[in-house]
């Protein structure tokens, strides 16, 4: 088996434009034990936000149990994420530390930068991901990372639709596009921009079959696997996406029998638009076009219906959150529930995918860190303690999983840091005033 430089690519030809696909890592790349690359360079984690607005009720979200192991099993809130319990950290008990000024704006300021919001504005520091963007990211074809949203509808103003900022008043957008983000990936740099009907004219497959079988011939049987799975995998999502772009083009609906037909339109709350975003994320990670990315399921104080889990068009925020549904108190409770744990059934969607993709001696799973969090603790009283708090994957061998720790009211802004140290950033603290912190959460460590 001949080792292969970790920036390898397949290239071809599309309507004259060059075209430079890329390779998820494989073995030929890696070291004797996968834990480096074959020419010394660290494997570096990868770093994901995904964002849910309008909180959760800790009697339904909190396990009854505390501990490692068999020790412990996930609420019913969380019964989605069971199957990836060995990766699944739950941080219950912190509260945000920040006065509560502003409804749905100071918390979840305060969880993803550690400060305080701005009065007229947004955040006062960079949020997590854009502190680790420079660490594990500077070297990909999207440095600040990529932000996807899947609902558009308004947070009331809280912190608008985002959830990454790289300082004061400077977001970085959620894209709502499934189809612009497939764009942009096979763009790779960021400066070609080559015309999406080239991609319907010819498949991107042929374009590089020929690069591809020659570099088939130098790998080992598991890597050929691996390739042909990458590949693969692609094929089916050009497909998904060939049908809507050309559906598109001809003003007519997508044609049912396409992958992800209920998806809807961009910006609504659908299972088939997280799946088409979380294949373009796995892709993305798994091929290192970035290693930092942002999720925002449902923004701060979203306003937005969960027609698929059963609760119609109704805004989730005042009917559910806020339990004013016109059907009483207990219809409201039990329809928060209900949408919380379809909100957690949708992130399932992105774990599944990171799971089954084969990543350096594991998979994709087993080399991020995921952070979950919300804008609010029990929604109906803006309560701020007991906040919803995830970590999620392995990040590279850094982080336990399968545990839930539960804090007695100590500052939600010490789990941001843990994950900041623990994926490389040089940071002494994290955060400012009452949500400074200089300590971490050494439970959750590997």
């Known amino acids: 088996m001949k080792m292969l430089p970790r920036r390898t690519v397949l290239r071809g030809l599309i309507g004259g434009t060059a075209l430079a696909l890329p390779l998820p890592r494989l073995v030929s790349m890696l070291n004797g034990n996968g834990t480096a690359y074959a020419d010394g360079s660290p494997l570096r984690p990868r770093y994901l936000t995904w964002f849910f607005g309008n909180g959760a009720d800790p009697a339904h979200w909190v396990p009854a149990a505390v501990g490692v192991g068999d020790a412990w099993a996930p609420s019913t809130a969380l019964a989605p994420l069971a199957e990836f319990k060995p990766w699944l950290s739950v941080l219950s008990g912190y509260q945000v530390a920040v006065p509560a000024i502003y409804a749905h704006k100071s918390a979840p300021a305060a969880v993803l930068t550690g400060a305080q919001a701005m009065d007229g504005g947004d955040v006062q520091l960079p949020s997590i991901d854009q502190l680790l963007a420079p660490v594990i990211n500077a070297d990909t074809a999207f ?18 639709f985002n959830i990454s900022f790289s300082g004061p008043n400077a977001p970085n957008p959620p894209n709502y596009d499934p189809v612009a983000l497939f764009t942009n990936l096979l763009a790779l740099s960021g400066t070609l921009e080559p015309d999406p009907a080239l991609f319907r004219r010819k498949k991107i497959l042929d374009a590089v079959a020929a690069d591809a079988s020659e570099l088939r011939a130098k790998l080992g049987s598991q890597d050929k696997e691996r390739l042909d799975r990458h590949l693969d995998g692609l094929d089916q999502l050009q497909a998904q996406i060939d049908a809507i772009a050309n559906a598109a083009d001809c003003g007519m609906p997508v044609d049912p029998n396409v992958a992800y037909p209920d998806r809807g339109a961009d910006g ?11 294949d373009l994320l796995t892709f993305a990670f798994s091929c290192e076009l970035t290693r930092v990315a942002t999720h925002v399921f449902s923004c701060a104080a979203c306003h937005a219906g969960y027609p698929e889990a059963g609760l119609g068009e109704v805004t989730f925020h005042e009917d559910f959150g806020h339990r004013l549904s016109p059907m ?4 409201g409770t039990a329809g928060f529930h209900t949408g919380v744990e379809y909100t957690m059934s ?18 994709l799973l087993d080399n991020v860190a995921i952070y979950a969090t919300s804008c609010v603790g029990l929604p109906w009283d803006h309560r701020m303690d007991d906040f919803p708090m995830l970590v999620i994957g392995k990040a590279g061998g850094r982080l336990r999983g399968d545990i839930h720790h539960r804090s007695a009211g100590e500052n939600t802004s010490m789990v941001p840091f843990t994950l900041l ?21 050494p439970e959750i460590l590997a």
């Open 143 to 160: 440095p600040s990372g990529l932000h996807v949203g899947i609902s558009n509808v308004t947070g009331a103003g809280a912190l608008d």
């Open 268 to 278: 609504a709350i659908t299972r088939g638009r997280c799946q088409a975003f979380a």
């Open 328 to 331: 009483g108190v207990d219809f």
């Open 346 to 363: 949708c992130l399932a969607e992105l774990l599944q995918r990171f799971r089954d993709t084969p990543d350096g001696a594991g998979n």
């Open 421 to 441: 140290q623990t994926l490389g950033g040089a940071q002494p603290s994290f955060g400012a005033a009452e949500g400074l912190v200089s300590a971490g959460i």
